[in-house]
C-alpha cells in the first residue's frame, strides 16, 4: 500500500471540491488522508461534509483577527500540529499571506475556474463566459505571492457553446474541476511534480496527442 499524504483543505463555503477529494480517497483512487479541514467561515456547508465523513474541523474566523498576518500565524500552527504535508485551497477565499507560503514552500495548492493565466480572480466563469471565449476550463497550481499566478500543474477545457448560458458553463467547469483536483495531488503524493522557474513537469505521465481542437468544427479546412 502506498503511504498516505497528509492533507490540509482550506474552506470557506459548499465544499464540492472537498467532497471530490474525500471521494478520490475513500474509494482508493488517491493516496491521501486528510488531516484537517480549516474554514474562516463557521458556516460553510463544507463543515458539514467533514462531519458526515468524521474529518477533524478547525473554524478559524478572520474577523477575530486584526491582521492577515495572524490570521495566517494560527493557521500555520493548526496545519503544523496536524502533521500537514500538502495544503489544498478548496474555495477558501482568502488571499494567504507571504507567511504561510513560506511554512509551505510549493506546497500549496489552488484551483481556478478558468484556463490561466486568462481571467484570473473572482469568478473566472463569469469572465469568460462574458469575454465571449470559445473555449474555458480550469487549472490546478501551485500558490505564489500572486493572485492565481503560481505554476501550473493540470488544467482541463470545455468548449463554451452557443447555448450555453453562465450557469451552464460553470457546471461544465465544476465536472472537471472535481477530475483534475484529486489527480493533482495524486502527482504529488508519487512525487512526480518537478518544478523548474513557472514549469511543472509530470513524470511518467500521459500528455496530450490530439494536435489541435476547434470550436465550432472546421469545415472543409
Same mark, same amino acid.
Given at each position: 500500500? &502506498?503511504?498516505?499524504?497528509?492533507?490540509?483543505?482550506?474552506?470557506?463555503?459548499?465544499?464540492?471540491?472537498?467532497?471530490?477529494? @474525500?471521494?478520490?480517497? +475513500?474509494?482508493? /483512487?488517491?493516496?491521501? @488522508?486528510?488531516?484537517?479541514?480549516?474554514?474562516?467561515?463557521?458556516?460553510?456547508?463544507?463543515? +458539514?461534509?467533514?462531519?458526515r465523513h468524521n474529518i477533524p474541523i478547525s473554524v478559524i474566523n478572520h474577523c477575530q483577527y486584526k491582521s492577515r498576518e495572524a490570521f495566517d500565524d494560527k493557521m500555520i500552527s493548526v496545519l503544523t500540529d496536524?502533521?500537514?504535508?500538502?495544503?489544498?485551497? &478548496?474555495?477558501?477565499?482568502?488571499?494567504?499571506?507571504?507567511?504561510?507560503?513560506? &511554512?509551505?514552500?510549493?506546497? @500549496?495548492?489552488?484551483?481556478?475556474?478558468?484556463?490561466?493565466?486568462?481571467?484570473?480572480?473572482?469568478?473566472?466563469?463569469?469572465? &469568460?463566459?462574458?469575454?465571449?471565449?470559445?473555449?474555458?476550463?480550469?487549472?490546478?497550481?501551485?500558490?505564489? +505571492?500572486?493572485?492565481?499566478?503560481?505554476?501550473?500543474?493540470?488544467?482541463? @477545457?470545455?468548449p463554451c457553446c452557443d447555448d450555453d448560458t453562465e450557469e451552464s458553463l460553470q457546471q461544465k467547469i465544476l465536472k472537471e474541476e472535481h477530475r483534475i483536483y484529486p489527480q493533482a495531488i495524486q502527482y504529488f503524493? =508519487?512525487?512526480?511534480? +518537478?518544478?523548474?522557474? /513557472?514549469?511543472?513537469?509530470?513524470?511518467?505521465?500521459?500528455?496530450?496527442?490530439?494536435?489541435?481542437?476547434?470550436?465550432?468544427?472546421? =469545415?472543409?479546412?
Open positions: 500500500m &502506498a503511504r498516505e499524504l497528509s492533507l490540509g483543505v482550506l474552506v470557506s463555503g459548499s465544499g464540492s471540491n472537498l467532497q471530490a477529494i @474525500v471521494d478520490a480517497i +475513500e474509494s482508493d /483512487r488517491l493516496d491521501a @488522508v486528510i488531516k484537517i479541514v480549516i474554514s474562516n467561515n463557521p458556516n460553510a456547508y463544507a463543515l +458539514e461534509r467533514c462531519r496536524n502533521g500537514v504535508e500538502l495544503v489544498v485551497m &478548496a474555495g477558501f477565499m482568502r488571499i494567504l499571506t507571504e507567511r504561510l507560503l513560506r &511554512a509551505f514552500p510549493l506546497r @500549496v495548492m489552488n484551483i481556478h475556474p478558468a484556463l490561466l493565466p486568462s481571467f484570473p480572480g473572482l469568478h473566472g466563469q463569469r469572465q &469568460a463566459f462574458d469575454y465571449g471565449v470559445k473555449f474555458s476550463g480550469c487549472t490546478v497550481h501551485f500558490v505564489d +505571492e500572486g493572485v492565481d499566478t503560481g505554476p501550473i500543474i493540470i488544467q482541463a @477545457v470545455v503524493a =508519487e512525487g512526480r511534480l +518537478e518544478v523548474s522557474g /513557472r514549469k511543472v513537469h509530470i513524470k511518467n505521465s500521459n500528455q496530450m496527442s490530439t494536435p489541435s481542437l476547434h470550436n465550432p468544427h472546421l =469545415e472543409g479546412f
